[in-house]
Antibody, heavy 117, light 112 residues
Framework: EVQLVESGGNMVQPGGSLRLSCAASGFHFSNSAMSWVRQAPGKGPEWVSVISANGINTYYSDSVKGRFTISRDNSKNTLFLQMNNLRAEDTAVYFC??????????WGQGTMVTVSS | QSVLTQPPSVSGAPGQRVTISCTGSSSNIGAGYDVHWYQQLPGTAPKLLIYGNNNRPSGVPDRFSGSKSGTSASLAITGLQADDEADYYCQSYDISLGGSNVFGGGTRLTVL
């Protein structure tokens, strides 16, 4: 079964850090570009970051550049998002998703990140 | 305010046809970048409905179709069904400010 399962979401204080993980199964993870997409409560999705299949190329939205780092471990079929210096506006459900230029065709169920004092 | 503009809501009766517009600009849709559409049911992740402007992933009924012209795109749903009631989002790429994937603000479809 094709599946993405996120974990690591939690409540954290402003300025804190979190590391999200996304475990992939059922498809060739090492051949796939992977992204993180977030969705604040009551809002539409917002693309956060993408990493190439080999992990060499990474890109970020302006809203997280310099604070978030995307990475992957192809030997463990796992995607990561290290989030530092978190702000209230980072509060959202974070989804990992496969793909880039042909749309995001596989999504996880999401993990909730709440930034609040 | 989203880079891609969608109507907040549309509605239609069962069996009818509805369309959802997605208006962009010369830095995204008008620059030739593909448009993709997603359906999101409450409490679930978005689901890819249309990719590359007018292509359906396996398993998506042919009641759903997409088109693109100039700086805009549209999603059409024919033979409206009750379980089509959901939020719909368009997505493309924008080359301004260094480049980024962008989503529309979303359209809530109500089946009357």
């Amino acid at each position: 079964e094709v599946q993405l399962v996120e974990s690591g979401g939690n409540m954290v204080q402003p300025g804190g850090s979190l590391r999200l993980s996304c475990a992939a199964s059922g498809f060739h993870f090492s051949n796939s570009a992977m992204s993180w997409v977030r969705q604040a409560p009551g809002k539409g999705p917002e693309w956060v970051s993408v990493i190439s299949a080999n992990g060499i190329n990474t890109y970020y939205s302006d809203s997280v550049k310099g604070r978030f780092t995307i990475s992957r471990d192809n030997s463990k079929n796992t995607l990561f998002l290290q989030m530092n210096n978190l702000r209230a506006e980072d509060t959202a459900v974070y989804f990992c998703a496969r793909g880039l230029w042909d749309g995001f065709d596989i999504w996880g169920q999401g993990t909730m990140v709440t930034v609040s004092s | 305010q989203s880079v891609l503009t969608q109507p907040p809501s549309v509605s239609g009766a069962p069996g009818q046809r509805v369309t959802i517009s997605c208006t962009g600009s010369s830095s995204n849709i008008g620059a030739g970048y593909d448009v993709h559409w997603y359906q999101q049911l409450p409490g679930t992740a978005p689901k890819l409905l249309i990719y590359g402007n007018n292509n359906r992933p396996s398993g998506v009924p042919d009641r759903f179709s997409g088109s693109k012209s100039g700086t805009s795109a549209s999603l059409a749903i024919t033979g409206l069904q009750a379980d089509d009631e959901a939020d719909y989002y368009c997505q493309s790429y924008d080359i301004s400010l260094g480049g980024s994937n962008v989503f529309g603000g979303g359209t809530r479809l109500t089946v009357l």
